[in-house]
């Protein structure tokens, strides 16, 4: 890609109302410094704007940016009203005949009995898919990883997608559909917003429980800390013990799995070094691994 087929890029999503930021030249990861090590001055010298923050709608700073480097293209899903269902590939030392996100899909959309409209669509350069869909009025919807099944994940508030035109040394994001994203169906942003079972009573009393002791809410405080601050090289297992550590209280029902996912995800974000999906992976496999291996609170039937 040449520079100015990058900002006609760039634009292209302007031109649809998402909030655009600038990617390293080549890669995944956001142009820019980590929070970690902000200036504060220049744009962010009334505190450091995340890549979220600093996206854009506006064609000038689009134009200036992408006239002066050869970046890709991040779209802030959240300002820009999306929700990106993304569905990956196992990855190669993953065991053979896993489903992709894909199949994991399917298998979701037989259980509920549903379909999906005909959407928005880009393929990565892994051979994975975007489906881009808009989120639903009045609601805010969070980046999910893993929760509708095996390597699906959704991008939301707080995350982002690499948009058509960018490229990485696997090759480039085309768009394989191009009509307008459609709306979110009801039955999917049912199942990314249902809290995890018991939803009533017990759940209420497990949240109050919560709050009343304070354990598990500083327990998490804590360990968004240690995250948020935590240097080069000790970021990834650092990350892994908060969510190991965190998953004991979702396992025994002091915390909800959803909040921690996202607590631990944008602790990460503000101090990342490689692809948000790449740390959200490493909290759902910590959060995993622990609910496997702690007792599980009994659930009324
Ligand atoms: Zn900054």
Same mark, same amino acid.
């Given at each position: 890609?040449?520079?100015?087929?990058?900002?006609?890029? /760039?634009?292209?999503?302007?031109?649809?109302?998402?909030?655009?930021?600038?990617?390293?030249?080549?890669?995944?990861?956001?142009?820019?410094?980590? +929070?970690?090590?902000?200036?504060?001055?220049?744009?962010? @010298?009334?505190?450091?704007?995340?890549?979220?923050?600093?996206?854009?709608?506006?064609?000038?700073?689009?134009?200036?940016?992408?006239?002066?480097?050869?970046? =890709?293209? #991040?779209?802030?899903?959240?300002?820009?009203?999306?929700? %990106?269902?993304?569905?990956?590939?196992?990855?190669?030392?993953?065991?053979?005949? @896993?489903? !992709?996100?894909?199949?994991? *899909?399917?298998?979701?959309?037989?259980?509920?009995?549903?379909?999906?409209?005909?959407?928005?669509?880009?393929?990565?350069?892994?051979?994975?898919?975007? *489906?881009?869909?808009?989120?639903?009025? #009045?609601?805010?919807?969070?980046?999910?990883?893993?929760?509708?099944?095996?390597?699906?994940?959704?991008?939301?508030?707080?995350?982002?997608?690499?948009?058509?035109?960018?490229?990485?040394?696997?090759?480039?994001?085309?768009?394989? =559909? $191009?009509?307008?994203?459609?709306?979110?169906? !009801?039955?999917?942003?049912?199942? *990314?917003? /249902?809290?995890?079972?018991?939803?009533?009573?017990?759940?209420?009393?497990? =949240?109050?429980?919560?709050?009343?002791?304070?354990?598990?809410?500083?327990?998490?405080?804590?360990? %968004?800390?240690?995250?948020?601050?935590?240097? !080069?090289?000790?970021?990834?297992?650092?990350?892994?013990?908060?969510?190991? /550590?965190?998953?004991?209280? %979702?396992?025994?029902?002091?915390?909800?799995? +959803?909040? %921690?996912?996202?607590?631990?995800?944008?602790?990460?974000?503000?101090?990342?070094?490689?692809?948000?999906?790449?740390? $959200?992976?490493?909290?759902?496999?910590?959060? !995993?691994?622990?609910?496997?291996? =702690?007792?599980?609170?009994?659930?009324?039937?």
């Amino acid at each position: 890609m040449t520079s100015l087929a990058l900002l006609a890029a /760039a634009l292209e999503p302007v031109s649809r109302g998402w909030h655009v930021f600038p990617l390293r030249p080549g890669d995944k990861r956001p142009a820019g410094h980590a +929070e970690r090590l902000c200036p504060g001055t220049g744009r962010c @010298a009334g505190g450091h704007l995340k890549p979220e923050q600093r996206a854009t709608l506006d064609r000038d700073l689009v134009v200036s940016a992408w006239t002066t480097q050869p970046y =890709n293209i #991040g779209v802030a899903t959240g300002p820009s009203g999306l929700l %990106v269902v993304d569905l990956d590939l196992p990855k190669s030392e993953e065991q053979e005949g @896993a489903p !992709d996100g894909a199949t994991s *899909l399917q298998a979701l959309c037989e259980r509920a009995r549903q379909t999906l409209p005909s959407t928005y669509q880009v393929r990565t350069p892994s051979g994975g898919r975007h *489906l881009y869909f808009t989120q639903p009025a #009045g609601m805010r919807l969070h980046s999910t990883a893993g929760r509708l099944g095996p390597r699906i994940d959704t991008r939301g508030w707080g995350g982002y997608v690499v948009a058509p035109g960018s490229t990485t040394p696997r090759g480039a994001y085309t768009v394989t =559909n $191009d009509r307008p994203p459609a709306a979110l169906p !009801d039955w999917l942003c049912d199942t *990314l917003t /249902a809290r995890p079972r018991p939803q009533s009573a017990e759940y209420a009393m497990a =949240n109050s429980m919560k709050c009343r002791s304070g354990y598990s809410a500083a327990a998490l405080r804590a360990e %968004v800390r240690n995250v948020a601050t935590a240097p !080069d090289g000790t970021r990834n297992a650092v990350l892994l013990r908060a969510a190991r /550590a965190l998953g004991r209280l %979702v396992a025994s029902g002091d915390l909800p799995r +959803e909040e %921690v996912e996202e607590a631990l995800s944008r602790a990460v974000a503000g101090n990342a070094t490689e692809p948000q999906r790449y740390y $959200d992976d490493v909290i759902a496999r910590g959060l !995993d691994w622990s609910i496997a291996h =702690n007792p599980q609170r009994r659930t009324a039937a």
